[in-house]
C-alpha cells in the first residue's frame, strides 16, 4: 500500500495546476473558477462515504482497486474534457479504504507513526512530481492529466498484485448505509472533531484557488506556484521525522490547536505579500502545521472508530477533505472578486484561531473516550502465566 501510494502520487497534480488552468487557459474569473473547482470538493464529499461504506462490506483491497482506476477513468477524461464539470466524478474514494487498512494491521500504540509515514511518503512523492508537474503545466495541461492517470493505473495494479485484504473477518456488519452513516454522526465527540477539522482544512486548502491566483496577479506563474507546493511537501519530507519522534507525547488537542494557528499564521501573513519571499514565509508556516496535525488528526479517527464502522468513521473523515474541497475555492473565489486577496487572508487567519480555541474547549469527551477504549483493551489482554 505504502509504494503503490508513492507511485500514486507522484503525479496528483491536477487539482493544484487546475485552477490556473480555468483562469489562464480558459479565461474564467476567479468566482467562475471557484465554482468549478468546487465540483471537485462535491465528487469527494460523494466518493468519501462511499469508499468507507465499500471498505466495510465488500473489502478494503477491491475498495482501493475500484477507486483508483475511476479516479484514472475520470482525470483522463479531464484531459480532453470542454466541460469540466467532469471533475465531480474524481473523488478518492480509495482514501477511507487505505486509512482503514492501516488501522487493520497496525496497532494503536504505533498508528501515529503508521500514518506519519504515510503522509511522508505522500509528500515525498508530490515533492518530486510537482517540480515536474510546473515545468509540464507551462507547456501541456493535457499532459498532466495523462500522466495523474497513469500513475493511477500502475497504483491499482500494485495493489491487485500485492496487497492482501485486511478487513477483520469478524467485524462484518451488514447494516443499512444511510444507518450507519448516521450512527458515525451520532458519535458526539467525533462529530465536535470532525467539525473543528472541516474549519481548520476550509483555511488549509486556500493553496487550491486562492494562492496561486494571489500569485499570479503580483506576476508569478505556474512554475513559481510549483516552487511554493514542492517546498511545501520537501518541508513535510525533511520535518515529519524530526518532530514526531518529539511530539508523541504531547496532548492531541494542544497538537490539533497549534496546527490550526500555523494554518492561519500561513495565510494570513500574504496579506502583506506580493512577492515570492512571503510567500514562501507563509507556506513553511502552513507546512508545519501540516506536521503537526495531520497525522494526530488521522490517529484520532482510527482510535476513535469501533472495527466494525472503521471504513465509514474514516469516509465521514475523508467527507470532510471534500467538503473543505467545495466550500473554500466557492468563498474563495467569492471574497477575492468582491473584497480583494488581503481581506481573504485576515479572514483564513480569524478562522484558525477559532478553531485552535474550539480544539482546546471540546478535548475533554475524547480523552475520556480514549482512556476507556484503552483500558478495555488493557482488560482484554489475557493474564501472564505463573509458574508454580
Given at each position: 500500500m505504502w509504494w503503490g501510494l508513492i507511485v500514486n502520487r507522484l503525479?496528483?497534480?491536477?487539482?493544484?495546476?487546475?485552477?490556473?488552468y480555468l483562469v489562464r487557459d480558459r479565461g474564467m474569473p476567479p468566482?467562475?473558477?471557484?465554482?468549478?473547482?468546487?465540483?471537485?470538493?462535491?465528487?469527494?464529499?460523494?466518493?468519501?462515504?462511499?469508499?468507507?461504506?465499500?471498505?466495510?462490506?465488500?473489502?478494503?483491497?477491491?475498495?482501493?482497486?475500484?477507486?483508483?482506476?475511476?479516479?484514472?477513468?475520470?482525470?483522463?477524461?479531464?484531459?480532453?474534457?470542454?466541460?469540466?464539470?467532469?471533475?465531480?466524478?474524481?473523488?478518492?474514494?480509495?482514501?477511507?479504504?487505505?486509512?482503514?487498512?492501516?488501522?487493520?494491521?497496525?496497532?494503536?500504540?504505533?498508528?501515529?507513526?503508521?500514518?506519519?509515514?504515510?503522509?511522508?511518503?505522500?509528500?515525498?512523492?508530490?515533492?518530486?512530481?510537482?517540480?515536474?508537474?510546473?515545468?509540464?503545466?507551462?507547456?501541456?495541461?493535457?499532459?498532466?492529466?495523462?500522466?495523474?492517470?497513469?500513475?493511477?493505473?500502475?497504483?491499482?495494479?500494485?495493489?491487485?498484485?500485492?496487497?492482501?485484504?485486511?478487513?477483520?473477518?469478524?467485524?462484518?456488519?451488514?447494516?443499512?448505509?444511510?444507518?450507519?452513516?448516521?450512527?458515525?454522526?451520532?458519535?458526539?465527540?467525533?462529530?465536535?472533531?470532525?467539525?473543528?477539522?472541516?474549519?481548520?482544512?476550509?483555511?488549509?486548502?486556500?493553496?487550491?484557488?486562492?494562492?496561486?491566483?494571489?500569485?499570479?496577479?503580483?506576476?508569478?506563474?505556474?512554475?513559481?506556484?510549483?516552487?511554493?507546493?514542492?517546498?511545501?511537501?520537501?518541508?513535510?519530507?525533511?520535518?515529519?521525522?524530526?518532530?514526531?519522534?518529539?511530539?508523541?507525547?504531547?496532548?492531541?488537542?494542544?497538537?490539533?490547536?497549534?496546527?490550526?494557528?500555523?494554518?492561519?499564521?500561513?495565510?494570513?501573513?500574504?496579506?502583506?505579500?506580493?512577492?515570492?519571499?512571503?510567500?514562501?514565509?507563509?507556506?513553511?508556516?502552513?507546512?508545519?502545521?501540516?506536521?503537526?496535525?495531520?497525522?494526530?488528526?488521522?490517529?484520532?479517527?482510527?482510535?476513535?472508530?469501533?472495527?466494525?464502522?472503521?471504513?465509514?468513521?474514516?469516509?465521514?473523515?475523508?467527507?470532510?477533505?471534500?467538503?473543505?474541497?467545495?466550500?473554500?475555492?466557492?468563498?474563495?473565489?467569492?471574497?477575492?472578486?468582491?473584497?480583494?486577496?488581503?481581506?481573504?487572508?485576515?479572514?483564513?487567519?480569524?478562522?484558525?484561531?477559532?478553531?485552535?480555541?474550539?480544539?482546546?474547549?471540546?478535548?475533554?469527551?475524547?480523552?475520556?473516550?480514549?482512556?476507556?477504549?484503552?483500558?478495555?483493551?488493557?482488560?482484554?489482554?489475557?493474564?501472564?502465566?505463573?509458574?508454580?
Open positions: 503525479a496528483s497534480f491536477v487539482i493544484a495546476f487546475l485552477s490556473l468566482a467562475e473558477a471557484g465554482r468549478i473547482l468546487a465540483l471537485y470538493g462535491v465528487g469527494f464529499t460523494i466518493a468519501g462515504p462511499l469508499g468507507g461504506l465499500l471498505a466495510d462490506r465488500i473489502g478494503r483491497r477491491a475498495t482501493m482497486i475500484a477507486g483508483l482506476l475511476c479516479g484514472a477513468a475520470s482525470v483522463g477524461a479531464l484531459a480532453f474534457a470542454r466541460l469540466p464539470a467532469l471533475l465531480a466524478a474524481t473523488g478518492d474514494m480509495y482514501r477511507p479504504a487505505m486509512s482503514a487498512a492501516v488501522a487493520d494491521v497496525v496497532p494503536p500504540a504505533d498508528r501515529p507513526r503508521a500514518y506519519g509515514l504515510v503522509y511522508w511518503a505522500v509528500n515525498l512523492a508530490l515533492s518530486v512530481g510537482l517540480v515536474i508537474g510546473g515545468l509540464v503545466a507551462e507547456r501541456s495541461f493535457v499532459a498532466l492529466f495523462l500522466a495523474d492517470a497513469g500513475t493511477s493505473i500502475v497504483a491499482a495494479a500494485i495493489v491487485f498484485f500485492r496487497v492482501p485484504e485486511t478487513r477483520p473477518p469478524h467485524g462484518v456488519v451488514h447494516e443499512p448505509a444511510l444507518r450507519g452513516l448516521l450512527n458515525v454522526f451520532g458519535d458526539g465527540p467525533f462529530l465536535s472533531f470532525l467539525l473543528l477539522h472541516l474549519a481548520a482544512l476550509a483555511v488549509f486548502v486556500q493553496w487550491q484557488l486562492a494562492l496561486p491566483i494571489d500569485m499570479s496577479a503580483h506576476g508569478l506563474g505556474p512554475s513559481a506556484y510549483a516552487f511554493l507546493m514542492a517546498l511545501n511537501c520537501a518541508g513535510v519530507v525533511f520535518l515529519q521525522p524530526i518532530l514526531s519522534p518529539r511530539l508523541g507525547g504531547v496532548d492531541a488537542a494542544l497538537l490539533l490547536a497549534l496546527s490550526a494557528v500555523l494554518f492561519g499564521l500561513g495565510y494570513g501573513v500574504n496579506a502583506i505579500g506580493g512577492t515570492l519571499v512571503v510567500y514562501s514565509v507563509g507556506t513553511a508556516l502552513w507546512t508545519v502545521g501540516e506536521v503537526v496535525g495531520f497525522p494526530v488528526a488521522s490517529t484520532m479517527v482510527a482510535n476513535l472508530s469501533p472495527a466494525h464502522r472503521r471504513g465509514r468513521y474514516q469516509g465521514a473523515f475523508a467527507m470532510c477533505w471534500g467538503v473543505a474541497f467545495t466550500i473554500a475555492p466557492l468563498a474563495a473565489g467569492e471574497a477575492m472578486q468582491r473584497l480583494g486577496a488581503r481581506a481573504l487572508w485576515l479572514l483564513c487567519l480569524g478562522v484558525a484561531l477559532a478553531v485552535s480555541t474550539g480544539h482546546l474547549l471540546t478535548a475533554e469527551p475524547r480523552r475520556k473516550r480514549l482512556a476507556d477504549l484503552e483500558r478495555t483493551a488493557a482488560e482484554r489482554q489475557p493474564s501472564p502465566v505463573v509458574p508454580p
